[in-house]
């Protein structure tokens, strides 16, 4: 590769492929499910063809993958894997284990609608469902915000010893072809030195992970991890700052967009973000003072950032492509969970929009958020 | 904005053709976006690939409704919902052997371009390889891209039968145009 940046047409799953190639993991366990299969499709013909050297493990269930992920991240070795949906949900067990062994493993996820009924279609039930098992979650918007976020999401994990997971949305962005800067390899180098932590296993070395541990050895372990999960705002928004000083691309932990003066901000994650700024637009063309505030993080949640963002701003619309039966949409509950006790807090409004993957259009988002000014506010999320 | 939709049947190469249609605008310097929807990956089922062409980076992340051109590979796949995202201004490009009067008076109010691909695929010896003269015919219903560099996207892109599918594309490109130059005579 030449030391410039090259543009070229890359899908959403290529372009996580293609961060994962520039990170040089050294173990890539991995088992393919619907719409994730063309990151790992890529990355075997990476090491086919000897542009990464990396160990491909291929067990019978991404169960087995994330058993293999863990153990391998703490021999020392910087650790990729991929899944979707289903393949996540067969994870969870492990997804605890993984963060609790403070694994700095980094996976990404392809947003899909969780069976049953049996759908492929972009749906973030999926990772929001896995809110509490210790993983910090980036939530991206296009190709390129994937594969930039694969390389800081290393950073952020190998800073913090924890698992880091990025989601993007099935189809929308992990099957759209679109142009993309893939960095050269030497300033991915530079920005992300070989994995080198001071704990490791080795037979050699006597350290050990999995013992059974005493009542109080496990609360001080849950809250180190805890105070880590802490420090992931400032440690994102910094490896995110780094990254645009070499790049010119930076994506913030949130992003504001055209908040300056709004009285009504969208809310959302993901790559109806995109489809918003749309709907903004027009919203402001037609003189009503929109924003958007795009939530990359969401793991934790950087309820402070929220609270600046948001401050002074009359009505909030959360749309949440996703469904918590009982509770509604999970961004809408955080969201209000973090505006809480804030004084002057706008109005937050929920809308299940795009559950199960059904279109939602710019027209559509502008049309919620014109009824958002005018209806009643309820605590429940309202179906689109 | 420019806003296209592929639609065929699994195994057809709509998926590809919506790829090659994306890298060719692309090769021209313009902004693309280009996706495939898709449910279980069975062939004989609808395949819908979305492409989106503009001088600005694309931000939508949503179906097309309203396309400016439709790309339909089987003609019976020409109805319901992906027939209403055509409106009297769109341009629809179908495979089929039949003649414009009979999607004249089959689909009144549409803008219907027959052009009849198996033909074509077959004398280029593509077999049942439809879509680089389905590509064609598009690119100059649509006026873009220009056909010497949609060629040059095939011949390089392709997996296999280079030559013959750019061959082949230039054959669908030339039937619309005479098509077109007879109906503005």
Redesign the interface.
Known sequence: MSAAETRSLLTGNHAVAWGARLARPKVVPVYPITPQTPVLELLTEFQAAGGLDAEFLTPESEHSVMAACIPASLAGARVFTATASQGLMLMHELLHYASGARAPIVMANVNRTVASPWAFWPDQTDSLAQRDTGWVQLYVESAQEALDTVLQAFRIAEAVSLPVMLNLDAFYVSHALEPVHVPPQALVDAYLPAYAPEHFLDPERGESWGNVVTQDMYRRHRKSLGEAMARVPEVAAEADREWQALTGRGWGITERYRCEGADLVIVSLGSMCGTAREAVDALREAGIAAGLLKVRLFRPLPAAELRAALAGVRDVLVLDRNFSPGAGGVLHQELRGALYGMKHAPDVRGVLAGVGGVNVSAAMIAELARGARIEDIVPEAVWA | MLQIIIQGRGGQGAQLA??LL??AF?AEGR???????????RRGTPVSSFIRVDDK???????I?QADALLCFDASLLEGKFLATAGPRTLIVVNSRRPPEHFAQALPGYRTLPVDGLEIAQRNGLGRIVNSALLGALACAVGGPALATLTATIAAETPKNGRENAAACVDGYGRIDSQLRKAAA
Do not use: H
């Open positions: 919506g790829t994306a890298t692309f902004e693309v976006q280009s996706f495939s929807s898709y449910g279980g990956a980076p694309i931000r939508l992340r949503c179906d409704e």
